[in-house]
């Protein structure tokens, strides 16, 4: 089992109050929850010694958190200095947080709330996280991770980036003359199957390439049991002793997770040097004018982007070479982290490492688990 080497402990904290945005919840005073789950190592020396490592995890949109339990083992069995605990929450709107929150959960949703959440997170538990803290963060857990290091410059040691959603433009979405991309993917898909093994059948072509523990634990924990708030009641002959499923974290919010609306926005005949764009400031204060005719965007990629010169922890960015994200931009871009005011000092001192996995996709940690926890191993310390 995954979780052999770990005793493992379920938790629910309340959720950072106030959201970044007012229609990320049916009524701004409604106290979302986060499903945190626990991992300590079995047969930790008692006193735990002082330079042991607390690491802190945040997932890729839209899946499970359970699904870095073989990447957790794997990496407790190659760390080495010992590991204190690896803490992990499913952001408010995915996976069990969602299922949770949902009769709360509205129709808009920020990278920027989890960050907080992790802050409250650590602050919760503090007695059971002592320092030094790790952040290690996949696609845009990782954009979480670099913006909670923000929000408290001394919080984390160092962060190990996993393909982090770190970019100037959004992935393609069908516009004009551009392909379809994940956006499109997630919007059009079937989201209920009239039974567990129905839908590890669907899936059996998108997981194909995955560890086979990561693909067990989807068919686990990425998948619900009807009836839900979505889907309430079960459908004409269904078995209730083997119910449909559906995702556990919605489709309609993975969607939400990955861009945002801005169809009030100025229409796209206005000129993109139009000085003063109509942008809603209540509303969409963070669009960026150059980009204000878009219908959709996603404003945290590019804002984490551009402040990683003041990233503080050291920081190692591993990459997938195939990957679908625009390494392009991220690149340049960790040539000067750390470099500036507040940061570690970037690559020149040592702080910053960049690794690419040939051949290797976005979803590289379910794919090449062993070779992930090797990586993520050779960076602690």
């Given amino acids: 089992m995954s979780t052999a080497s770990f005793h493992v402990q379920e938790h629910r904290i309340p ?15 409604d106290v979302l929850q986060l499903h945190v789950k626990q991992y300590t190592p079995r047969g930790l020396p008692d006193p735990v010694p002082a330079h042991a490592l607390t690491l802190i995890a945040a997932h890729a949109v839209g899946f499970p958190k359970e699904l870095y339990e073989p990447l957790w083992g794997e990496l407790l069995a190659r760390s080495p200095v010992p590991i204190r605990g690896i803490w992990i929450a499913d952001v408010a709107n995915m996976g069990m947080s969602g299922a949770i929150n949902e009769d709360k959960l509205s129709m808009d949703c920020s990278w920027m709330d989890h960050p907080r959440d992790l802050l409250l997170l650590i602050n919760h538990f503090r007695t059971e996280m002592p320092r030094p803290l790790i952040g290690i963060g996949h696609s845009f857990g990782g954009t979480i991770m670099a913006n909670l290091a923000y929000l408290h410059p001394r919080l984390l040691t160092s962060i190990i980036f996993l393909d982090p959603v770190m970019q100037l433009s959004p992935p393609p979405m069908g ?12 919007l059009y898909r079937d989201d209920m199957w009239p039974s567990r093994s129905a839908a590890a059948d669907a899936h059996k072509r998108l997981f194909k390439n995955w560890d086979p523990r990561c693909r067990d634990l989807m068919m686990r924990f990425g998948f619900r049991d009807l009836p839900t708030a979505l889907y309430p009641t079960l459908p004409e002959n269904a078995d209730p002793s083997n119910p449909p499923v559906t995702l556990t974290t919605t489709k309609y919010h993975d969607v939400l997770g990955q861009v945002r609306q801005n169809f009030t926005g100025p229409s796209p005949s206005s000129s993109v040097n139009d000085t003063n764009p109509q942008i809603n400031r209540q509303t969409h204060a963070d669009l960026n004018p150059t980009l204000s005719t878009l219908p959709l965007y996603r404003p945290e990629p590019p804002s984490t982007l551009f402040k990683l010169p003041s990233l503080r922890p050291s920081a190692l960015f591993l990459l997938g070479e195939s990957s679908y994200l625009n390494l392009s931009d991220l690149r340049p871009a960790i040539k000067t982290c750390g470099t500036g005011v507040g940061g570690s000092g970037g690559g ?10 040939p051949k290797r996709g976005h979803f590289f940690p379910f794919e090449d688990v062993v070779g992930t926890a090797g990586f993520v191993a050779g960076s602690l310390y």
């Fill in 348 to 357: 020149e001192e040592g702080k910053v490492k960049e690794i690419i996995l």
């Fill in 15 to 29: 959720a950072c109050h106030v959201r970044e945005y007012a229609g990320s919840t049916v009524d701004q005073e």
């Fill in 175 to 186: 516009f004009n003359a551009d392909p379809p991309g994940p956006v499109n993917f997630m």
